[in-house]
Every structure is written in C-alpha cells, then in structure tokens.
C-alpha cells in the first residue's frame, strides 16, 4: 500500500499553522501522485495514514469493510480506500461521513454495480445533503449551489470520481469510455436547502430523517429561467417542456427530477402544490405527440425498450401522430429539491442517466470523532 | 519523520501507474486459446447477445452461414446477456459447453459491453471453447483494457467498422458476410498453422 516517502529537506512538516512548511515537499508529493496516474487532472492531496486514520475516527467504521464490488474488474472500495481518496480529494476528515453515505447510496444504483462507471454517457454523480450536518461541515446550500467555491461540495463529489478512477481502475480513455462526458461530471454535490424550502427536508420525504444523502446519476442538468409568471401552472410547463424534450430520450421512458430555486418552490407550495403534487403535474405533462417523436427517430419503443423510428411500414398506419407519450414512467421516481439562491427563478431540471433507486442513505459519524485542530 | 504516500487503488506498489490492466486479478495463468478443430464440419454453434441493436440479427446470420456453407451442424444455443456489463460467469459458460463445440459473441458497440465481450471471449477459452468476439473499432483501448485486467493482455478479437447500431437489417447482414471468413479462420486452425 505504499509508494515514495515524502521528502522533508529543509523544514519538518508541522499542520499546525504559524509553523514553517515546506513547499518543495508538497510540489514533490504533488508530482508523484500525477506521476502514479492517481489524479482527476487536478493536483492532489497525499495521503498519509496519520491523516487517512483521523478520516477513519470520523465516520467510526472499520477500515476493512468493503462497501462495493465491481464483478467486471474484480475490483473492491473499502471504507479505507475510500478514507485516502477522499484525503486526496482535500476533504477535511469531518466530511467522510458524508462521502460515506454518497457512496453507499450510489453503490445501491443499479447502474453503479453495471456499466455505469464505463458509459460512453459519462454520467455524472448528483450528491444531496440533508440535516444540521450541511451547516456544521459548511456545504453550501444557496447562492451557486452548483457551482464552485465550496470546499465541503466540490471536495466530496471529487472523492467519488477519484474512488472510480483509483480503486475501480475505471479511467478515461480506457475502461471509461465516455463519448464526451457530462459537464459537472464529479462536482455536483449540493445541500438542500432546508431553510427556504417550503417543504419538509428531501431525504425526510422519503423516509430518513437528520442527515443523510440522496443520490443518482445525471445524464446532464439544464436549467428553466422562469420569472415572470404568477401562474404555477404555466411555471410547471416551462420545467415539462424541458423534461420532455427529445435529445436525451432514448429508452421508451425516461428519468429526471427538478432543483427547484426557492422562488419556485415558494411559489408552488402557496398555490397549494406538495412535492408529491409537484411530481405528478409533471409526469402528467412531460412528454411528446408520437408526431414530433416521429420526426426525431424516437417515436416506437421496441421489444427491449429501446426506441427507433417506427412510423413506417408496419407502424405507419396503426400510430396516431397526435397521441401523447409521457417521458416520465411513475412520477414517484422524481426527485424534487430545493437549492440555491432566492434572488431569482432559476431552476434546473436533473435528467437521470438511468432509473433510481429512491434510497437516501444516513450520515452516521464515529462515536468520539476526533477534534480537527485546524 | 517521514511518512509515506498512501496508495489510491488498492492493488500494491506493482500495478501503480500500468495504463493497461494489472495480472489477472484471481490469479489465473494467461490462458491458451482452447484447441480449434481443423473445420467447423459437423459444429455446434454458439450464439451469446449482448442486447445491443443488430447484435442478435448479426448473430443469427452468421449461424446460418456457417450451417448453410461451412458444414456446421447446428445453432446449439443462443442466449442473450441480462447484464451487456458483466462478463459470462461460470454458469453461462457451462451451459455453453454443454451445449456447443465454438461460440460467436458481440457486437461490442458500447463502453461496457465491448469490455465485458473481451472478457466474455477469455472466459470461454479458458473453459476449452473457441471463441470469435466481434467489436466495432470504436472499442480497441477499451477491450485491450479488459483483456489485460483479465490476465491475457495479448488476447485478439475481430474489429468491424464503427457503428453497428444504425444499420439497416440488410447492412446487418452485408456485414455478417463480411467478416464471415475471419470468423471462420478464428474458430478453426488452417493447415498451414497445424495446430491441433
């Protein structure tokens, strides 16, 4: 389990601040970790057991539990090698309990025990916190939600994309074979936000309470710029016209979820709309006429499920171009959510790479986690 | 004090940075091919579907050909995969040889099934049987990947143009009468090559 020893020439390396570090030593580290393939692009934390041991303390598990297996590669995560790259993600050892739980609910997706990992849709992890935890560990939760600039979000999505690069051996250009990748890929994690949500706590809604992680994994994310408009109904079929349109529709359903803004979700709830409500208005009216799939190649599902042009032939006189196909299948499969800032109506609509669970996973940390004396 | 570098990936000093895949991770010896028969007179065929589109339809045609033209026997099995992703397990396989003397199995035209194919293609060589894997040429890292992860990094299949998906059922079976031959003279051993 061990590679080159960090060189210390000139000054012992102390975290504590105040004390002199030594740069050189860490550019080294840095060089050896991109040296051994370990890296997403980016530079890297090295591991040490000292720092991969308080990680461990954190989530309170033993290091040896193995968490996943991919029957493909013969390749297993333990709670361990999932601590070290977390490390080199820059998570601080408080968060591991969170990328934990991400990975546990991810590894319960059936396409991340398949050929998900090595889709040439390169899907991208979507990573949702709920509980005081999000405050606690500083998740950001509003302005930006998916963007950058916090460590806790950006840091936790990295270690999942470096557990599939490293203890999966699934790499681009190799196992992984993404035909161009899906923005995002590896940094979505947002938390929810509670605080302006008009509803109770996502992972709550669907049966876990506190802190706990919903996740799936996206095909993409596109957002609905909708404000100028009292009338909810009118603000849901701007959000069904985006799911239900054509370009990543290719199975005879397809999934998605909506992150709603605030203001959205603020707007919906006072026109009486619950999450649930929310969903079904949704799955009602996402959705193409058999005539404008037609005209894209989609408008027959065949016998696997898989959908072709089919308004020909056989087809061209028993199918009806005004009949309506829903995308959605069981609007209980939609995630909804609320995150970001409240200045404006900005949502963004989540489309699913596959089915989802509908699992969220708790947070559960060690018992005496150990004090970070950063 | 000096504190060393953990290792991301599990597998130990030796596989650090390999680009392709490490030793075969049960342990198994780089397998032989199985032994080919000096034609396929008299064969049962086997027919493995990875589910993706034009794959059974390919399939089906060059079956036919190789009992039409080339004195096969039979079609003595076709299945089609439930997971593209995961290669045959032991079960399959030993259906597969109850069943038939060589198997045919594609069409790779995805990320994880083309991997799984070439893992598919070791898997029955191991088991003895003789095993033609077809993949577009969109998959050639990807499967070489695979083959070195299950421990016969030199392992060959057939490559065919990228896509398969699109093509017309007349195109599919254009294209099984294509590379008919070499899967013909990868099942089989020339005289000239004399192997047994």
């Given at each position: 389990m061990t590679a080159a020893?960090?060189?210390h020439e000139?000054?012992?390396?102390?975290?504590?601040?105040?004390?002199?570090?030594?740069?050189?030593?860490?550019?080294?580290?840095?060089?050896?970790?991109?040296?051994?393939?370990?890296?997403?692009?980016?530079?890297?934390?090295?591991?040490?057991?000292?720092?991969?041991?308080?990680?461990?303390?954190?989530?309170?598990?033993?290091?040896?539990?193995?968490?996943?297996?991919?029957?493909?590669?013969?390749?297993?995560?333990?709670?361990?090698?999932?601590?070290?790259?977390?490390?080199?993600?820059?998570?601080?050892?408080?968060?591991f309990p969170v990328v934990l739980a991400a990975w546990q609910a991810l590894a319960q997706e059936r396409t991340t025990g398949g050929g998900g990992w090595q889709s040439t849709s390169g899907p991208a992890p979507l990573i949702i916190v709920n509980g005081p935890l999000r405050q606690e560990l500083g998740f950001n939760s509003t302005g930006g939600v998916f963007g950058p600039g916090f460590r806790a979000n950006a840091t936790v999505a990295r270690a999942i994309g470096l557990t599939v690069r490293n203890a999966y051996g699934i790499r681009p250009h190799e196992l992984e074979q993404a035909t161009q990748g899906v923005p995002g890929r590896w940094s979505i994690c947002l938390a929810e936000n509670e605080e302006e949500s008009p509803w109770a706590p996502l992972a709550e809604d669907l049966g876990v309470s506190g802190n706990a992680v919903t996740s799936t994994l996206l095909r993409t994310s596109e957002f609905v710029d909708n404000r100028h408009t009292s009338d909810p109904e009118q603000l849901l079929a701007d959000f069904a016209d985006t799911i239900g349109r054509s370009g990543p529709w290719i199975f005879r359903n397809a999934g998605a979820g909506v992150v709603l803004?605030?203001?959205?979700?603020?707007?919906?709830?006072?026109?009486?709309?619950?999450?649930?409500?929310?969903?079904?208005?949704?799955?009602?009216?996402?959705?193409?006429?058999?005539?404008?799939?037609?005209a894209v190649g989609k408008d027959r599902a065949n016998e696997n499920g898989v959908r072709f042009p089919g308004a020909t032939g056989d087809n061209r006189d028993t199918t009806d171009p005004e009949q309506f196909q829903r995308t959605i299948a069981d609007p209980a499969s939609m995630i909804v959510a609320v995150a970001g800032s409240r200045n404006a109506g900005i949502s963004m609509v989540v489309r699913y790479f596959a089915d989802w669970s509908g699992k969220p996973v708790a947070i559960t940390t060690g018992t005496s986690p150990q004090k970070d004396d950063r | 004090m000096t504190q060393t570098i953990?290792?991301?990936?599990?597998?130990?000093?030796?596989?650090?940075?390999?680009?392709?895949?490490?030793?075969?991770?049960?342990?198994?010896?780089?397998?032989?091919?199985?032994?080919r028969p000096a034609s396929l007179a008299g064969a049962r065929i086997g027919l493995l579907d990875n589910t993706k589109h034009n794959a059974l339809l390919f399939l089906t045609v060059v079956g036919e050909l190789l009992v039409e033209e080339h004195g096969a026997a039979s079609v003595g099995i076709v299945e089609t995969k439930k997971n593209f992703s995961i290669p045959?397990?032991?079960?399959?396989?030993?259906?597969?040889?109850?069943?038939?003397?060589v198997v045919v199995t594609g069409v790779g035209d995805c990320g994880s099934c083309s991997a799984a194919a070439v893992a598919d293609g070791i898997n029955?060589?191991?088991?003895?049987?003789?095993?033609?894997?077809?993949?577009?040429?969109?998959?050639?890292?990807?499967?070489?990947?695979?083959?070195?992860?299950?421990?016969?990094?030199?392992?060959?299949?057939?490559?065919?143009?990228h896509p398969m998906a699109v093509l017309t059922e007349e195109q599919v079976r254009e294209r099984a009468r294509l590379l008919l031959p070499e899967i013909l003279s990868t099942l089989t051993v020339s005289d000239q090559e004399g192997r047994a």
């Open positions: 020893p960090v060189q000139q000054h012992e390396q102390h975290e504590q601040h105040g004390q002199s570090l030594d740069p050189a030593a860490a550019q080294s580290a840095i060089e050896h970790a991109y040296e051994q393939g370990w890296t997403d692009g980016l530079p890297v934390v090295p591991a040490t057991q000292d720092l991969v041991d308080r990680f461990l303390a954190a989530a309170g598990r033993p290091a040896g539990e193995v968490l996943s297996h991919l029957k493909q590669v013969d390749r297993t995560v333990t709670v361990e090698l999932l601590a070290i790259n977390a490390a080199m993600a820059g998570c601080r050892p408080e968060y803004c605030p203001e959205h979700a603020n707007q919906l709830a006072k026109a009486g709309f619950s999450r649930a409500d929310v969903a079904a208005w949704l799955g009602e009216h996402a959705g193409r006429t058999t005539g404008q799939l037609a | 953990l290792d991301p990936t599990g597998r130990g000093a030796q596989h650090a940075g390999s680009a392709a895949g490490p030793a075969d991770p049960q342990g198994r010896p780089t397998p032989e091919l199985a032994p045959v397990d032991e079960e399959i396989v030993s259906r597969y040889r109850e069943s038939c003397d029955f060589e191991r088991a003895g049987l003789p095993a033609a894997v077809v993949l577009t040429d969109a998959f050639d890292i990807t499967g070489r990947t695979m083959a070195g992860v299950q421990g016969a990094p030199d392992y060959e299949w057939i490559r065919t143009e």
